[in-house]
């Protein structure tokens, strides 16, 4: 399936349930294909993407449940932190999920079960593993960003959805202990993607928006 850039961009939205249908090789070779076109400075293209499926997959979400449920400490490899001034958007993303979700304020274990289920990739059968070079300066970040951006609408351009992920990389080391073809890497970020699951209510959930006038000023 392929979309204009306008449907692309309006009609992509995180999905949090997938249904069990494989990626074609040729779908997966066309998203691989467009996301090449991300621009970088210098035109260093510092990313690394991994495919992580099968039996690999299950032992990372495994590992990453085990640490969930153990309340082990955060290590990302890179800072999560919320700027104050932003916090309040976070926390109305946060309610207006569970609200949807139906799940109420005081409910513990229906607000845990919601947060565990990013470390079981929302039990998507595939993931990408967005992830650096140590020591990345910032500018590799922002490369990163935008290739994440490019990555997203590929996905969406070929009929496929992803959920973007940070949480999970707060255990960055069960990522390089699970797969040590990433040993050496950074873990910025991870996309669980496949085909997003038909009807379902929780991928129908929308994420609002900012009118631009609170980001964009003109200056002459
Ligand atoms: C860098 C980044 C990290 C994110 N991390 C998570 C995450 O860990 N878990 C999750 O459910 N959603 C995560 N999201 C999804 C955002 O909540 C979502 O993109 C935002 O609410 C906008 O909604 P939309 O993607 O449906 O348009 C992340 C998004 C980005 C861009």
Redesign the pocket.
């Known amino acids: 399936m392929n979309k204009n850039l306008n449907d692309c961009i309006k009609s992509?939205?995180?999905a949090?349930e997938f249904s069990e249908k494989e990626i074609p090789e040729n779908v997966l070779h066309e998203i691989l294909e467009m996301a090449r076109f991300a621009p970088s400075s210098k035109n260093t293209q510092p990313w690394k993407l991994s495919l992580v499926e099968g039996a690999r997959l299950e032992a990372l979400k495994k590992e990453l449940c085990l640490q969930f449920d153990n309340n082990a400490s955060c290590r990302p490899d890179f800072t999560q932190g919320l700027q104050e001034i932003y916090r309040p958007r976070a926390i109305a993303?946060g309610k207006s999920?569970l609200t949807y979700k139906g799940i109420a304020r005081e409910d513990k274990e229906g607000r845990r079960l919601h947060d565990r289920a990013?470390f079981d990739f929302?039990g998507a059968n595939a993931i990408l593993i967005l992830s650096v070079l140590p020591e990345p300066n910032e500018t590799t970040l922002m490369d990163l960003?935008i290739f994440?951006g490019y990555l997203m609408l590929a996905i969406e351009n070929a009929g496929l959805s992803c959920?973007?992920?940070?949480?999970?990389a707060n255990y960055a080391d069960s990522f390089r202990k699970i797969l040590p073809e990433l040993s050496e890497e950074k873990i910025a970020?991870v996309f669980p993607f496949g085909y997003a699951l038909e009807n379902s209510h929780l991928n129908a959930?929308?994420?609002t928006r900012e009118p631009y006038e609170n980001w964009f000023r003109k200056i002459s």
């Open positions: 992509r939205h995180s949090r993303l999920i990013n929302f960003g994440a959920c973007p992920q940070v949480s999970v970020m959930f929308e994420s």
